[in-house]
């Protein structure tokens, strides 16, 4: 906690908040008032300090007055600054005075309260963070105003009970959050701050908290960070992990330890990092953080941790296959590839897609999200998820970015959903992906497989068919390493074809075989051609492009193979790569 109160006390000298629109919403204002009132509140009940309640007040009354808390395009805005003071409204409220009091609990009524139930409020039917959001928000602001305004608190809880489910379809049946896993972090920590309100007022939580897939997505999110400790970044996700006080509430309720092994990790992290230069410049992630203090581990509980599986797949709008060789080793070997389509919420074109780690390096990247902001700004349609869409011009969206497949250079069809078709966790763990819906219109069947070797390699094997006489099929995995190419050979039928790859002083042999002439070449992705895209420092794509033959059909296999420093590389003779998936040892998925 020594970090969290020195971020408290950096808050006293410095002028509350103010009014700053950044495009048509202060969400960025509103995520700022939630992190300081829930430091300032927090730990003037940790100190006594009465200095931090004091300028919790003032951060308070200066947001009440406010000309509103956003616009009711998102309600994000709203909801989020309706958290932040509701939130010290409460924790504060000893210190205070009456008129304080009525100020603060008018502007939650007249600025958040009441707008809700005015307008439209999309957000209440919406299957994606911005149901638990807006509603947690939300019921936070009615509970603290319950007793000036029963009727209104009322009306707000029931309708949060009521359309919630809404937002907890999303994480059916296995817990896989399919806007990536910040949006996770985002959603399900205003879920449960929702929870925790029901549970206050009625007693119980209605079942919520039971709903498909809701408390599995603490494991579901677990196996989308690696050994790095960097995220599976698919959709609008960024690499770095957030602290997120679900994560603690669900291990809570669960009684499963083993949920808080990286977000430990991460605390202690943290807690060694330097302070911001000033809290105006800190971060707008782990707002929410200073919760974790309520649901910190029992320290009375005997429960032991139990190891969570190797090998897990996960299904849902976005299914998810995750193959790692150890837990709680930075160096170890850890795949993780998606299906999915891209006409879903904050969806990139990254069907077939992976990420890749050995030896304490990420080898196979996601560039992630863009800020928003950055393309509004410059009038890019970035909402429109048609298949003619702007958004799909944005180099970070796009299939060209991914490390997968494309055909003369077309998009995926946004549309088309890729299934993982099999999964097995043993003897030969791995996943198969069916592709073809995601290139309808440029091919008949588009297979990809995975092998996972653990401790030796990891096998990529490709099989395309239907395509016409002379289409370009490109294999791409994108990297941040060096990489050194190796001249292509024929050998009958086959052509190989191998790059080396360096990175922090480790390295990666890649080999590609395949049934027409490729070699690798490396593409630059540092600086996309649109002056909307955001520059890629050290971003760089290994490709291949496969000439399709007469037949229509061609097929490549690639192997990634980490080279230890003790020895010259052990040669890869896996009979998978020159084996139909189809006859892949592979059980079909449940």
Not at 328 to 352: C, E, F, I, R, V
């Amino acid at each position: 906690m020594q970090r969290s109160e020195l971020e408290a006390r950096a808050i006293l000298p410095i002028q509350p908040l103010t009014y700053k629109l950044e495009g048509k919403s202060i969400l960025k204002v509103s995520r700022h008032a939630v992190r300081r009132i829930l430091l300032l509140s927090l730990h003037y009940h940790l100190t006594g300090d009465t200095k931090l309640a004091q300028r919790g007040k003032e951060e308070m009354l200066a947001i009440s007055a406010f000309t509103d808390w956003g616009g009711p395009r998102t309600f994000l805005d709203i909801a989020e600054m309706t958290a932040a003071v509701a939130i010290g409204y409460d924790w504060l409220y000893d210190q205070l005075d009456a008129t304080s009091r009525k100020t603060i609990a008018a502007a939650i009524t007249d600025k958040a309260l009441r707008v809700a139930i005015t307008d439209s409020a999309s957000f209440a039917r919406a299957e994606s963070n911005w149901n638990p959001v807006c509603l947690g928000g939300l019921a936070l602001g009615a509970l603290a105003v319950a007793e000036a305004e029963p009727k209104l608190a009322s009306q707000i809880l029931d309708a949060a009970k009521s359309f919630n489910p809404y937002g907890l379809k999303v994480y059916a049946p296995d817990g896989v959050y399919f806007e990536g896993g910040a949006y996770w972090s985002y959603g399900t920590d205003y879920e449960v701050l929702l929870l925790q309100v029901l549970e206050s007022v009625f007693g119980t939580d209605g079942g919520l908290s039971q709903s498909p897939g809701f408390l599995a997505s603490g494991a579901a999110l677990n196996h989308q960070i690696g050994p790095t400790g960097a995220f599976f970044n698919f959709s609008d996700c960024g690499e770095k992990p957030m602290l997120d006080p679900a994560m603690w509430w669900i291990s809570r309720k669960l009684k499963q330890p083993e949920l808080l092994g990286h977000m430990q990790l991460m605390l202690e992290n943290y807690s060694a990092l330097k302070l911001p230069p000033s809290p105006e410049t800190a971060s707008t992630t782990d707002l929410l953080l200073p919760l974790v203090a309520l649901w910190w581990p029992d320290r009375k509980s005997t429960t032991t941790a139990k190891p969570l599986p190797l090998n897990w797949y996960g299904r849902g709008p976005v299914p998810l296959a995750v193959f790692r060789s150890a837990w709680n080793d930075p160096q170890a070997m850890y795949l993780a590839l998606k299906g999915g389509k891209a006409s879903l919420t904050h969806a990139h074109m990254d069907a077939g897609s992976f990420v890749f780690e050995a030896n304490g390096v990420r080898w196979a990247h996601d560039l992630g999200m863009q800020d928003y902001y950055s393309l509004e700004s410059k009038g890019v349609d970035l909402w429109n998820l048609a298949q003619d869409s702007q958004r799909w011009t944005v180099f970070r969206l796009n299939n060209s970015s991914h490390s997968t497949l494309s055909i003369n250079a077309q998009l995926h069809r946004v549309d088309g959903k890729a299934s993982i078709t099999h999964f097995s966790s043993a003897k030969v763990p791995g996943a198969i992906v069916d592709l073809s819906p995601v290139f309808e219109g440029q091919a008949s069947k588009v297979t990809r497989g995975f092998a996972f070797r653990s401790g030796s390699h990891v096998l990529v094997r490709d099989e395309v068919d239907g395509l016409r006489a002379g289409d370009t099929v490109r294999w791409a995995m994108l990297t941040k390493a060096e990489i050194a190419l190796s001249d292509a050979t024929a050998k009958g039928s086959k052509t190989t074809s191998e790059a080396v790859l360096s990175q922090d002083g480790q390295k990666l042999r890649v080999q590609l075989v395949s049934s027409v002439a490729a070699k690798f070449e490396i593409v630059s992705a540092e600086t996309p051609k649109n002056s909307f895209d955001a520059p890629n420092p050290g971003a760089r794509l290994l490709v291949a492009n496969l000439t399709a033959p007469s037949s229509g059909r061609l097929n490549l296999s690639v192997t990634l193979q980490a080279i230890s420093q003790s020895g010259p590389p052990k040669p890869v003779d896996d009979k998978l790569a020159k084996t139909n998936l189809s006859r892949w040892p592979i059980k079909p998925a449940r």
